[in-house]
C-alpha cells in the first residue's frame, strides 16, 4: 500500500489578507442588544438629582437609545431599598443588567467617567481632541 502525503489545505489570498487584518485590528468587546437595566438613587426633586436623571438619560439616548430603562428610586420615600444595593451616597447609577453589578457615584456631569463606569468605554482620554 502506498500511503499518500497529507497535503496541507491551500488558504485563498483574499482569505488569509482578512485573517491577517483580523490578527491586526485591536479587539472591541461586542456588546449585545439588550436591555440595560439602570437605577437611579435620589433623595427628594432637589436639582443634584434632577441634574443627575437629565445627564444619565442624555447619555443613554446618546449610547443606548432604545436599550435602556432607567428606575429612579427616591430614598426618602422608600429607605430600605438602599440596603439592597448597598448605597451610601446620593445621586447614585447602579447598572444591574448587563452583568457585572457597577456603580457610580455623582451627579455624573463628567460623561467621559460615566462611559468608562457603565463600561461603554475602555478608557477616558485624558486630552480629548476638540
Not at 28 to 52: E, I, N
Not at 78 to 92: F, K, W, Y
Request: aromatic share 4%; charged share 25%; hydrophobic share 40%.
Amino acid at each position: 500500500m502506498n500511503a499518500k502525503p497529507i497535503r496541507k489545505p491551500a488558504v485563498i489570498p483574499a482569505l488569509k489578507r482578512s485573517r491577517q487584518a483580523r490578527d491586526r485590528a485591536p479587539v472591541v468587546p461586542r456588546r449585545p442588544d439588550k436591555l440595560w437595566q439602570l437605577r437611579l438613587y435620589v433623595t427628594g426633586q432637589t436639582l443634584r438629582s434632577q441634574t443627575a436623571f437629565a445627564n444619565l438619560k442624555q447619555i443613554c439616548e446618546t449610547h443606548l437609545k432604545g436599550r435602556y430603562r432607567i428606575t429612579v428610586i427616591d430614598l426618602l420615600k422608600h429607605p430600605q431599598l438602599a440596603q439592597g444595593d448597598q448605597i451610601l451616597a446620593v445621586p447614585t447609577v447602579v447598572r444591574r443588567l448587563p452583568k457585572p453589578v457597577r456603580i457610580i457615584l455623582g451627579n455624573l456631569s463628567d460623561a467621559g467617567r460615566v462611559l468608562v463606569g457603565l463600561d461603554l468605554r475602555a478608557e477616558v482620554d485624558p486630552n480629548p481632541t476638540p
